[in-house]
């Protein structure tokens, strides 16, 4: 497999009207300096914990109009007793779930078990081995592929859009929010961000840090298609039914 | 009688199509703008923008047009059309057919900023939107109800947008109904329209159906060639709606004693 | 996708006699059209968006060059591989010879009109691996043996009844009335396509260079498991999709969106920096770019159709355009249709036998309006078609009627001075007159005869310049 890399730029060039590769001045943020994205992020995330209680309120309405179930609880026990209502209401049988810290905090699994629900935590042990790995990943997607409702905490929302960002992290399959019908999602007070630019600049951070993600996934409300006769349907191909429960 | 204290000098770019087709709306244009005070003259030597050849893609026929029309409108005289389209030939797209004939660039770059399309120039320059205070004794008081078509060389190039509908709805005893897709285009396009004919075609049933919708009994337009598509389509379907220029409109609920001499309207 | 760019009349005359196509077309100017223009009224400083977009974009294009490899050079330090394909062979040849190696069997595809390009599913499928658009528009048209109608609603023209028949031919399904039990058998059908499926390939919405992150826009969820669940995961891309940073992503997104859908933000926004990290908890152990010019470096270097490199791929032109609307998709010809399909598709294959695609435009603008990068497309059309008729950049793709160019001759004399014109006028008044009922005419000869079947025409009369008298 041949790579023509060096004949394409050449052609990219002469269409140009160039022969040497040019560096351009640069465009909008990108000559921004260590230190000014390190600013900014510092200063979206001070900001995100000073205006916590407004920004909840406007991911409220946005993600209300996006086509969320939303709900704003004010204490852990709250949430649990909201997410096992769902999780009846819905007559489900099994649920997977990440391993957020927030998650953990509502100690759901006593009161999943009492409703006769089979709770699973899609996790990767820390101490597995390469082999165990392996062997874990495919039992997360098995999990997944069967699971009626998929639990997941968030790292940020965004009031602008409505939605929720996940990113990879340790005990974190995206497979969860993606495979079960329904997805319930846990937003805390302070992770909700004012727009989409706020989030990728704090992915530069990232970038600059050495810790951007293999991927990002901003979520915001159900599955939909309308590629037949304009026609909106829900729950093509990822969950039909999404929940978010707004914590504090 | 509110009138701008200068008389304002116009030179009339009456365009090949209302000079060859439908003089009639020259005249009143000439009439409505006399009433409005301004002094308007008709400088003989025009024929043709050379808007047609240029849309045709050929450009080497339009050059020479457009060099005689940059010739015959020097000075320092505003151009009024009647005609959104040929307007923006003028002042938008010389800007492209010229781009290699520097001479004639640089004219056309002086021009531009005199040309206007009618609404444009009553409105914008003259500042008049309410004509109720012009109306004269011959003018027609009759109810009459109409809708507006929106050019699109008119909207999309001179953004032109309110001036037409804003005089229309300063007119006494005219009712306006907008109608349906006010801003899609009626399926001219100049040999689009034979070129292409199926499709100008489609475009055109839409909009008739859109104009009658509205109950209109007058469809008025700031381009002539619009209503030679719309017109002829009403006609040949039977639909009893007249297509009338915005000149012609204001003309005739204005009332005019004295126009150009001798020309008979109609 | 082989070009069929020489009958466009034939396949506008297809469309236009199809009462249903016709009702379908219409929704896109209710549906998308206006929904565009509720979110733009709805998005602050939606104009000045538009602006930045644009003066990203120029700046990107116009350093073409050093943003390629600055991408490249990033998706490699993420762990992903480049490949840079000079035209839809290459493109197709390395995904295919990619996948063989793999031992793939099975591909899962979003939608990606570059893969269009490529007639991917042809050389995929001629290799002995089954490619599966899951899209839900892609996957209708797939199963049809079709091509795509729109760029963002690929199986716009099928109405559900036809959709119920394709199911119950192809999937043996039973006869659904309602959409949602025909969506419901497509997720059915596809979720098992993603679970067994060894490759996701999709498009690229946008390649942040900075980064080397692809970001893709998809409301069905097929583009994050074609992201997610494949061991290999491949992104196919045309070379002008990059922005510079992650900054410029948040105006793109919402320009992009608002003016495809008019949703403020589509269900998934999935970016990918590289393959899954070894602690990861799943994704593709492998990630392909693949960047390709197939004659775009031809717009490129062209300065009059450079802009056309800004496009963004929102469908919002195709929504806007009366003559899309009337003509749909397939009457171009190609992967492109619409507005941009006319600058882009006679450059990208062959203007001579595309030289009606940007005659057939009344040039009323509505693209420009509606595009989110202000891309001047009328201009653009302007230029190619004097480019068909008069050849100077492209002097053997010229194609211009001889009888046209002897009629605007004759046009333009007659023009050429008012007495030239006065002569004219009363040949025409002479000649007029056996075609005059009531004043008008019903009749006209070729070239004009396009007119009068459906419309009477003026007749010549004592111009105005013989009426004025100062």
């Known amino acids: 497999m041949a790579d023509g890399r060096e004949q394409f730029l050449r052609t990219v060039r002469q269409a140009l009207g160039r022969d040497q590769a040019a560096t351009p001045p640069p465009k909008s943020g990108e000559a921004d300096g260590e230190s000014s994205i390190r600013d900014r992020a510092s200063e979206i995330q001070r900001e995100a914990e000073d205006n916590a209680d407004a920004l909840m309120s406007r991911l409220h309405e946005a993600a209300t109009e996006a086509g969320w179930n939303v709900t704003r609880v004010a204490s852990p026990a709250e949430a649990a007793d909201h997410i096992l209502r769902v999780v009846q209401d819905l007559e489900a049988r099994s649920i997977v779930r990440s391993a957020h810290d927030v998650l953990d905090a509502l100690a759901l699994d006593e009161g999943m078990a009492r409703a006769g629900v089979s709770m699973t935590l899609a996790a990767i042990g820390d101490m597995a081995t390469e082999g165990q790995r392996q062997e874990q990943r495919a039992s997360i997607r098995e999990s997944c592929i069967s699971a009626d409702v998929g639990l997941t905490g968030v790292d940020h929302a965004i009031a602008e859009t409505g939605s929720v960002v996940l990113l990879p992290r340790r005990g974190v399959s995206r497979l969860v929010s993606l495979l079960p019908p329904v997805h319930v999602a846990v937003v805390r007070r302070g992770q909700v961000l004012p727009g989409l630019d706020e989030l990728f600049a704090l992915q530069r951070l990232d970038h600059i840090e050495g810790d951007l993600g293999s991927y990002l996934n901003i979520i915001t409300g159900p599955s939909r298609s309308a590629d037949i006769e304009h026609t909106l349907v829900t729950g093509v191909h990822g969950p039909g039914e999404v929940h978010m429960v707004l914590l504090g | ?266 | 996708m082989r070009p069929d760019t020489k009958n466009f009349k034939r396949g506008a005359a297809k469309a236009l006699g199809n009462e249903r196509i016709q009702a379908n077309l219409l929704g896109l100017y209710n549906g998308f059209d206006r929904a565009r223009l509720a979110a733009a009224d709805g998005t602050p400083d939606w104009e000045l968006m538009r602006e930045q977009a644009r003066a990203i974009k120029a700046h990107t294009i116009d350093n073409l060059d050093y943003y390629l490899e600055l991408a490249a050079s990033n998706v490699e330090k993420a762990g992903g591989t480049v490949f840079f394909a000079k035209d839809a062979d290459a493109a197709a040849g390395y995904v295919t010879d990619l996948a063989l190696a793999r031992g793939v069997k099975l591909v899962i595809k979003g939608k990606s009109m570059v893969s269009e390009e490529m007639s991917l599913n042809e050389r995929l499928t001629d290799a002995g691996i089954e490619p599966v658009e899951t899209d839900l528009g892609e996957y209708i048209i797939q199963l049809a043996g079709e091509t795509p109608y729109h760029i963002i609603a690929p199986a716009i023209h099928k109405s559900r009844e036809e959709v119920t028949d394709l199911f119950e031919a192809k999937l043996n399904s039973p006869r659904y009335e309602e959409i949602t039990e025909l969506a419901a058998e497509a997720r059915r059908q596809l979720r098992d396509k993603f679970i067994r499926a060894d490759m996701g390939i999709t498009g690229a919405n946008f390649i942040v260079a900075e980064t080397g992150t692809v970001a893709l826009v998809t409301n069905e969820g097929n583009g994050r498991m074609c992201t997610s669940m494949p061991r290999i995961h491949v992104a196919i891309t045309g070379m002008e999709k990059i922005i510079p940073s992650m900054d410029d992503l948040g105006i793109f997104l919402r320009l992009l969106i608002r003016s495809a859908t008019g949703q403020r933000i589509s269900s998934y926004v999935t970016t990918v920096t590289g393959p899954r990290h070894a602690d990861d908890e799943d994704g593709p152990d492998e990630f392909h770019l693949v960047i390709v010019d197939n004659g775009r470096s031809r717009l490129l270097a062209d300065p009059e159709l450079r802009e056309s490199l800004y496009c963004i791929r929102c469908g919002a032109c195709l929504n806007a355009c009366p003559v899309y609307r009337k003509v749909g998709g397939h009457a171009y010809g190609w992967v492109y249709p619409g507005p941009i399909g006319a600058i882009v598709t006679p450059v990208m294959t062959n203007l001579a036998d595309a030289k009606d695609l940007p005659f057939a435009s009344s040039l009323c603008g509505a693209c420009r309006e509606a595009c989110p990068v202000k891309i001047n497309i009328p201009r653009m059309l302007l230029h190619l078609r004097k480019e068909v008729t008069e050849g100077r950049k492209y002097p053997t793709e010229r194609n211009r009627s001889v009888l046209e160019a002897l009629a605007m001759r004759l046009w333009r004399l007659s023009l050429s001075s008012p007495a030239a014109l006065s002569i004219a006028n009363s040949v025409a008044r002479v000649l007029q007159k056996p075609l005059l009922r009531k004043g008008r005419i019903r009749w006209l000869p070729p070239p004009l005869s396009g007119w009068t079947p459906s419309r009477t025409f003026p007749a010549f009369v004592r111009p105005f310049r013989q009426r004025w008298r100062g």
């Open chain 2, 1 to 266: 009688m509110s009138q701008p204290p200068e008389s304002p000098k116009v030179s009339l770019f009456v365009t090949c199509v209302v000079d060859q087709f439908y003089p009639e709306i020259g005249e009143s244009t000439v009439r409505v703008l006399r009433r409005l005070g301004v002094d308007v003259d008709f400088p003989s030597a025009q024929t043709c923008c050379g808007q047609p050849a240029f849309n045709s893609g050929f450009w080497s026929e339009a050059i020479p047009l457009a060099r005689g029309f940059l010739k015959t409108f020097a000075g320092d005289r505003y151009i009024v059309a009647p005609s959104g389209s040929c307007a923006s030939m003028v002042r938008v797209f010389y800007e492209e057919l010229l781009h290699d004939e520097p001479d004639l660039l640089e004219k056309a770059r002086a021009v531009a900023p005199r040309v206007f399309e009618f609404s444009e120039f009553v409105v914008d320059v003259l500042g008049v939107t309410d004509l109720s205070s012009f109306v004269g004794q011959t003018g027609d008081t009759s109810d009459r109800n109409v809708t507006y078509h929106e050019g699109c060389h008119l909207r999309r190039e001179l953004g032109v947008t309110t001036q037409p509908t804003a005089l229309i709805e300063g007119l006494p005893g005219v009712q306006l109904t907008e109608m349906e897709q006010v801003d899609v285009c009626c399926g001219f396009g100049g040999t689009f329209a034979v070129k292409f004919s199926d499709i100008s075609t489609a475009m055109l049933q839409d909009k008739i159906e859109y104009v009658q919708a509205t109950g209109a009994d007058t469809v008025v337009s700031c381009d002539a060639t619009c209503l030679m598509q719309i017109g002829g389509g009403l006609e040949l379907n039977g639909v009893d709606v007249r297509p009338v220029h915005l000149a012609q409109l204001i003309d005739e609920r204005i009332g005019i004693e004295s126009g150009i001499s001798r020309a008979q309207p109609r």
